[in-house]
């Protein structure tokens, strides 16, 4: 069983919601945890800085008793690294990007019986369909979960933006009707997330 926990982003700004996320990510986990940081969503030139950046903010939000191993993510020995690791953090960043690498693979295979944490990004690439918030238009996703996706939902993302602020009632509406009607769709605060654990 794959258990996947799609957060909406906005860590940072949410240190509490961020505890309670890593307290899912760790639940049912040793006390060694392998974890691979997947930033393949940024530019290159950036991974190692917030490599080390976000795995000492982790340790710093979670019990002490636990002590992770943490790894960082390269395209040439994913699959490796993947089937090695208990944990794999899909960071955020460029939804065209991430899709990019993240399509070179098999992932519902390789996927299997690892807990996958995301969140932006990350999440929107997981899933059959996402709103994004940087294109303001629907878009699909790799499909390995059945739901739509929408990050960073109400949330003051975009104010600055010279298109104005987002428009989350419409965004809400366009990804309802975007392509199968049918399946749900989870529009999450800045923090929040969901489980969903796929047989």
């Given amino acids: ?14 240190p509490q919601k961020a505890k309670s996320f890593f307290g899912e990510i760790l639940k049912d986990q040793s006390s060694n945890p392998n974890i691979l940081y997947c ?15 976000y795995s000492e903010g982790f340790v710093d939000l979670i019990d002490s008793s636990i002590e992770p191993t943490f790894e960082l993510a390269f395209p040439d020995k994913f ?13 955020g960043g460029d939804d065209h990007l991430l899709q990019y690498w993240l399509s070179q693979f098999n992932l519902r295979e390789l996927f299997k019986n690892k807990v996958i944490a995301t969140n932006s990004a990350g999440s929107d690439a997981m899933v059959e369909y996402f709103w994004t918030c ?10 390995l979960i059945p739901i739509k996706f929408i990050p960073h939902y109400q949330s003051d993302w975009g104010n600055e933006d010279p ?12 990804l309802s ?9 989870h ?9 969903i654990e796929i047989i």
Wanted: aromatic share 14%.
């Fill in 79 to 91: 699959v490796q690294q993947v089937e090695k690791a208990d944990i794999i953090m899909i960071q």
């Fill in 177 to 185: 009707e975007y392509k199968k009607t049918d399946l749900p769709v």
């Fill in 163 to 174: 298109r104005g602020p987002i428009d989350w009632d419409s965004a809400f509406s366009e």
């Fill in 187 to 195: 529009a999450l605060k800045e923090g929040d997330f969901i489980v």
């Fill in 134 to 143: 940087d294109w303001r238009k629907c878009m699909d996703g790799l499909g």
């Fill in 1 to 14: 069983m794959t258990k996947y926990i799609l957060n909406s982003g906005g860590l940072r700004k949410n």
């Fill in 39 to 53: 930033f393949f969503a940024e530019k290159r030139e950036y991974w190692e800085e917030k490599f080390k950046s």
